[in-house]
């Protein structure tokens, strides 16, 4: 899924908010930089006024030495501002990316899985890392701006006060000036959105094929691939390209018009000197304000870096919007993991993938939910533990809708191993540990024990502590130390998704001992593709087509040959296994 894919599109005005945020979000420095913004303009503007009654003292017209020292003052003011300035850029574009970067996180971990799992790997990193670090100067740049219009307002202020003439001839030339800015602006904003659309585009394409590697390498697709992948820095050079001539083309039309209003003004200035109605000092100040006024045009490049950066936080505000999950503030009730669904409906647009209603499973119950592919199997494991929410009806644990209940209590009474499961954490105690809430090393060992991880672990260099990235796993040992974690964490309910999927027979029988041993306290609920899983379950839920077919023990439904052709197309051991269980 490219950027052009993301379900939230482009908000102008959300987007804008977001940049306000970003910009707040600099911390203490920002403060600082809006100080210095006051005392640079002060400085700035005070300086050719100083300067220039200096040039007149030493004419005899003041007293030079009082206004020298003035000088030397506001020179070393304006050199420590330019020396703070540069560390309050640096610390505020920090941590107003760093701030992005976490809301950003922070909200996609706990956005609808509906909503995230469509988006492209690629894409969204490209928006984490490379957006977010574009998006965190808008603080420096706007302050930048702001002291640059500022210092240009008081140039051309300072001009009134020596001469109205000069301000007049000055000002002649400012609707042409904002005209082209305003030009400038819209062309740059929209190259610039395209600019980032297409780095995200590539970052997708690259994730893409970094995944399927095996595979374009067993193909000999290689420089297929390559090409497919550089196919879009063609439009990224062409954008590119086109923000660097519009960025020189303003730059040049704006020192163009500004030197010929700076020759206006001091020639203006020149015959108001002949005329006596200003003094030398007064004549080079004015020479320096028009300079000053003319700073007006630094705002480019601060205009410049604001517009990548709104082009950059809309990207990241399209992540934000998606829809969270809204979690209660209910503690899970007592119980034993007794599940109804009432009225349950989950759709995608106007098809109906899953409909269940009045399902009751019993606290404690082993389930087994199997099906043809497209029966709504995953949809069903996702509602258990709110993966998913349905569109209409609710799910009840232990008589309380799963949307009343603590997001944290949740997440303990319900645990879920997967088919394909992450390694999340340093080692791989940790990656057993790992949850809302940490689980002690004796409970680590016993999962890893119950999930028959435990002798391979041990087998590893530090066993336990073994680092992640030094402890290499088949599939089915990757499977056995995410059940492991999945039996460390789930309290009241366990949902399995096609986790014996890379396991062989014998393992899978044996974690299936401990399901009906020490995990038989809990509810669990097992996708399966395999007979000899769903004869071991207490009830099998057939589904088809998004409907329950039937609610009922294995024995009875093998009875029906339709049930039998579900597992036809599995290997011949599943079969068998169904027989060694002594079901026909």
């Not at 100067?137 to 008081?154: E, K, M, Y």
């Not at 959105?193 to 590697?213: D, P």
Request: aromatic share 6%.
């Amino acid at each position: 899924m490219t950027s052009e894919s993301v379900a939230a599109r482009p908000d102008r005005r959300s987007a804008n908010q977001l940049l306000v945020s970003v910009g707040r979000h600099g911390g203490p420095w920002l403060g600082v930089l809006a100080v210095l913004v006051v005392i640079l303009t002060a400085a700035e503007t005070a300086l050719p006024a100083v300067l220039g009654r200096t040039i007149d003292g030493a004419l005899g017209r003041a007293d030079a030495g009082h206004w020298l020292l003035w000088s030397a003052l506001l020179i070393a003011v304006l050199v420590a501002c330019d020396v703070a300035d540069e560390l309050g850029v640096a610390n505020t574009a920090a941590r107003s990316t760093a701030w992005l970067r976490r809301t950003t996180l922070r909200h996609l971990l706990s956005a609808r899985l509906r909503s995230v799992v469509p988006l492209s790997p690629g894409d969204v990193a490209s928006r984490l890392v490379s957006n977010t670090e574009g998006a965190g100067g808008a603080g420096p740049d706007a302050i930048a701006a702001i002291t640059s219009l500022v210092l240009a307002i008081g140039g051309v202020v300072a001009l009134a006060v020596i001469d109205p003439w000069l301000f007049l001839t000055f000002i002649a030339g400012m609707p042409l000036l904002l005209l082209m800015f305003w030009a400038f602006a819209k062309d740059a904003s929209e190259l610039s959105e395209r600019y980032l659309e297409t780095q995200g585009e590539i970052s997708s394409r690259l994730v893409s094929a970094l995944y399927g590697a095996r595979t374009i390498a067993a193909a000999g697709t290689t420089e297929l691939e390559s090409r497919r992948v550089l196919t879009p820095l063609e439009d990224l050079h062409r954008h590119g390209k086109g923000m660097w001539r519009a960025q020189s083309r303003i730059t040049a039309q704006d020192t163009l018009l500004l030197a010929l209003l700076e020759i206006a003004v001091l020639a203006v200035a020149g015959f108001e000197l002949s005329r006596g109605r200003i003094s030398p000092g007064e004549l080079f100040a004015a020479s320096q304000y028009v300079v000053l006024a003319s700073t007006g045009s630094n705002a480019i490049s601060s205009l410049t870096g604001l517009i990548r950066e709104r082009a950059a936080v809309a990207r990241i505000d399209e992540l934000l919007r998606l829809p969270a999950v809204r979690y209660g503030s209910h503690p899970v009730p007592p119980g034993t993991g007794h599940l109804r669904f009432r009225e349950v409906t989950v759709r995608d647009g106007e098809q109906v993938l899953l409909q269940i209603d009045g399902l009751v499973v019993e606290g404690g119950a082993l389930v087994a939910v199997v099906g043809p592919s497209g029966a709504g199997k995953s949809q069903f494991a996702a509602l258990v533990g709110r993966l998913l929410d349905p569109d209409e009806g609710a799910v009840l644990l232990d008589g309380l809708a799963l949307t009343e209940i603590d997001h944290g209590a949740l997440r303990r009474a319900i645990g879920y191993g997967f088919e394909r499961p992450a390694m999340i954490g340093n080692t791989l105690a940790d990656v057993i540990a790992f949850g809302d809430r940490v689980a002690s090393r004796e409970e680590v060992t016993a999962a890893a024990e119950a999930a028959l991880a435990d002798p391979f672990i041990k087998r590893m260099p530090a066993g336990y502590d073994t680092p992640v990235e030094d402890a290499p796993m088949s599939g089915g040992e990757t499977q056995r130390i995410g059940l492991a974690r999945a039996f460390a964490h789930a309290e009241r309910v366990l949902v399995l998704d096609d986790v014996a999927a890379s396991l062989d027979t014998v393992t899978e029988h044996e974690i299936a001992r401990a399901l009906t041993g020490a995990m038989a306290d809990r509810t669990r609920i097992l996708v399966a593709h395999r007979a000899s899983t769903a004869a071991r379950a207490d009830h099998v839920l057939w589904l088809e087509a998004g409907q329950v077919r039937a609610y009922a023990p294995h024995q009875q439904l093998w009875e029906d040959p339709a049930y039998r052709a579900l597992f036809e197309s599995s290997d011949s051991e599943s079969f068998a296994g169904s027989l060694w269980d002594g079901h026909p």
